[in-house]
């Protein structure tokens, strides 16, 4: 059981667009403590998507974006594309764990 | 362009030992905190230890506190990990990554390519 609650596997064609959600608590997301997104292609290492809720590192396109509010936040990917299939997490820090902490995980297909 | 590389994954039996390292290069290694993150097979990620630039801050998971200690060598641009008391659910793929600040606290930004623990008798 993830601290942070991703959903369960999202699907969508090419061109269309799709949200991903990470739910949290007062503990961290709602603590203030900012959210960070990983994308894991297929048999590699996660790569930094988007950094401090909002911002995304210099090489990734601008189809990815994302928000938080509360204590929770969300990921959008627009017009997808085929090279978009792989899995993302979210992460943030929790104060009462005293730990940094991970969404379980969701996996993006392309139809 | 940052550069991670973990070595000493392999099979170890239950309740023995092994060494992890990451070897760092490209970016002023004693400037930066340090993650460990696994993954174990099929699964999410799972937060492991972090280690302040110094080295004088260190903090575990609960999963492995007691049982692992993350250490480093600036001298030598390296991290590590030892695990003692290796334990079947340890089996995973060990990641080092590299902190880094936003606003009022830190994140793993760069992440090495991993190097795969099994625990199996």
């Known amino acids: 059981q993830s601290v942070l609650t991703q959903p369960p596997p999202v699907s969508g064609a090419p061109g269309q667009r799709v949200t991903i959600s990470c739910t949290g608590s007062s503990s961290n997301i709602g603590a203030g403590f900012d959210v960070h997104w990983y994308q894991q292609l297929p048999e590699t290492a996660p790569k930094l998507l988007i950094y401090?809720?909002?911002n995304r590192p210099s090489g990734v396109p601008d189809r990815f974006s994302a928000s938080k509010s509360g204590t929770s936040a969300s990921l959008a990917i627009s017009g997808l594309q085929a090279e978009d299939e792989a899995h993302y997490y979210c992460q943030s820090y929790d104060i009462s764990l005293s730990a940094w902490v991970f969404g379980g995980g969701t996996k993006l297909t392309v139809l | 362009q940052v550069q991670l590389v973990e070595s000493g994954g392999g099979v170890v039996q239950p309740g023995r030992s092994l060494r992890l390292s990451c070897a760092a290069s490209?970016?002023?290694?004693?400037?930066?905190?340090m993650h460990w993150v696994r993954q174990a097979p099929g699964k999410g990620l799972e937060w492991v230890a972090f280690i302040s630039y110094e080295g004088s801050k260190k903090n575990y998971a609960d999963s492995v506190k007691g049982r692992f200690t993350i250490s480093r060598d600036n001298s030598k641009n390296t991290l590590y990990l030892e695990m003692n008391s290796l334990r079947p659910e340890d089996t995973a793929v060990y990641y080092c990554a590299k902190d880094e600040y936003y606003g009022s606290w830190t994140y793993p930004s760069d992440w090495g390519q991993g190097t795969l623990v099994t625990v199996s008798s």
């Open positions: 401090g809720n909002t």
């Open positions: 490209a970016f002023t290694f004693g400037h930066y905190g």
